[in-house]
């Protein structure tokens, strides 16, 4: 039997011929595709201004400078994310600020983000969890009222949409990721939508130690930057991406309704199944919690007998030793604690056959005896 992994890149020969062009080219790093890249990103994005990285990540990290992110500010965001999201908060010297999560959706609980709100913020970092896009209009009525900056960590909602808006036309920062397990891949990468008050120039700067240059051949180095270019070679496999998002999309909306269906017609005792919203989210994975009391090391290998990986997104971030040392302890948001020790990521990629979702379900329910 195959082994099925909880998710593959769908990358056709079209793509590969790209890349292989790019490295006959003898221009493989920062170049002409890359900028054809962030054009088409542009475009997609409704012409808002859009500039490539190397990563989701360091996306996140030159949008908190630009935000104007300083030392001893404080930055709002989720326990139930990547760490990646609170990393980049103290890489800027200043403090992450948990706001525990809904329980329907997992993502921040915006009703909670008031109360948290200090003197010290200076940004909201929300994380749409799954694909699932995080209330929109709640959040900037929020960051409006407090005049907070905002950083959409919208790394898994590329495809997603809020009230029929596509995430990333709107907004303020808004961070997207092309990592290898996300519904567009690059290999590695990621993107940033500026909003309107930020030069793009500087954040190029940033991107790239700091240097502008001249047609002379001088350049000048004004700001502190890194080294977070993106290449042609994956620029070019992100152009022969983006134009299959809507394709990739409805594939994966067709798989989960696929799940819910089987998992609905046989039920699993304590199966907690992902909200089903259809409208808005991209359905990048698929979430359920295990039943309480399920050892999930002993599923995992079960299932992977079964010759089915399953992934853990993600464990709760406060209770990493990191975080416990910043005071960060058990019990501080037991929402996401119970959703971070119960979650299970199940298979959901677009070349996945939709006898694939029945299998794992049936794997599931043996794998739960």
């Given at each position: 039997?195959t082994?099925?992994?909880?998710t ?18 003898g ?21 808002r ?8 990540t ?8 630009l935000a104007?992110?300083a ?13 990646a ?30 109360a948290?709100?200090?003197?010290k ?6 994380v749409?969890?799954?694909g699932l ?8 009525q929020?960051a409006?009222?407090h005049?907070?900056?905002?950083i959409?960590d ?12 596509r995430?990333?036309e ?10 290898a ?5 690059t ?7 500026l ?7 500087l ?9 502008s ?12 930057g ?24 409805e ?21 907690e ?6 409208e ?6 698929f ?6 009391g399920?050892?999930r ?5 079960a ?12 464990p ?22 119970r959703?971070?020790?119960r ?10 056959a ?5 299998r ?8 739960l005896c």
């Amino acid at each position: 039997m195959t082994f099925l992994p909880f998710t593959r890149p769908s990358i056709d020969e079209a793509t590969i011929a790209s890349v292989a062009a790019v490295l006959r080219s003898g221009w493989i790093t920062s170049g002409p595709k890359v900028k054809e890249f962030e054009a088409a990103l542009s475009s997609y994005c409704g012409g808002r201004p859009v500039r490539a990285f190397n990563s989701g990540t360091a996306t996140l990290q030159v949008a908190l400078t630009l935000a104007g992110v300083a030392p001893g500010d404080e930055v709002i965001t989720t326990p139930l994310t990547w760490v990646a999201s609170a990393n980049v908060i103290l890489a800027a010297q200043a403090r992450p600020v948990l706001v525990d999560i809904d329980p329907a959706t997992r993502n921040i609980d915006l009703d909670a983000v008031e109360a948290a709100v200090s003197a010290k913020t200076r940004a909201l970092l929300p994380v749409d969890l799954a694909g699932l896009p995080v209330d929109r209009d709640q959040l900037y009525q929020i960051a409006a009222r407090h005049k907070l900056r905002v950083i959409e960590d919208a790394a898994q909602s590329l495809g997603a949409c809020w009230n029929g808006k596509r995430i990333g036309e709107s907004g303020d920062f808004v961070s997207f990721s092309f990592h290898a397990n996300k519904n567009v891949t690059t290999g590695e990468g990621g993107a940033l939508v500026l909003p309107q008050d930020i030069d793009p120039a500087l954040c190029e700067r940033l991107r790239l130690q700091g240097v502008s240059r001249r047609a002379d051949g001088e350049m000048d180095v004004d700001v502190l930057g890194g080294k977070f270019n993106l290449t042609d070679i994956a620029a070019s496999i992100g152009l022969g991406q983006l134009p299959r998002l809507a394709e990739f999309g409805e594939r994966r909306r067709s798989l989960a309704r696929r799940y819910f269906a089987a998992f609905d017609a046989q039920p699993i005792a304590g199966l907690e199944l992902p909200s089903r919203d259809f409208e808005n989210s991209n359905w990048h994975m698929f979430q359920p919690l295990l039943p309480p009391g399920t050892d999930r090391g002993s599923f995992i290998a079960a299932m992977a007998e079964r010759q089915i990986g399953v992934g853990v997104h993600y464990p709760a971030l406060h209770l990493f030793s990191l975080y416990r040392r910043l005071g960060f302890a058990l019990g501080d948001y037991p929402q996401a604690e119970r959703v971070g020790a119960r979650t299970i990521t199940l298979p959901l990629f677009p070349a996945m056959a939709d006898a694939d979702v029945d299998r794992v379900c049936e794997a599931v329910a043996q794998s739960l005896c």
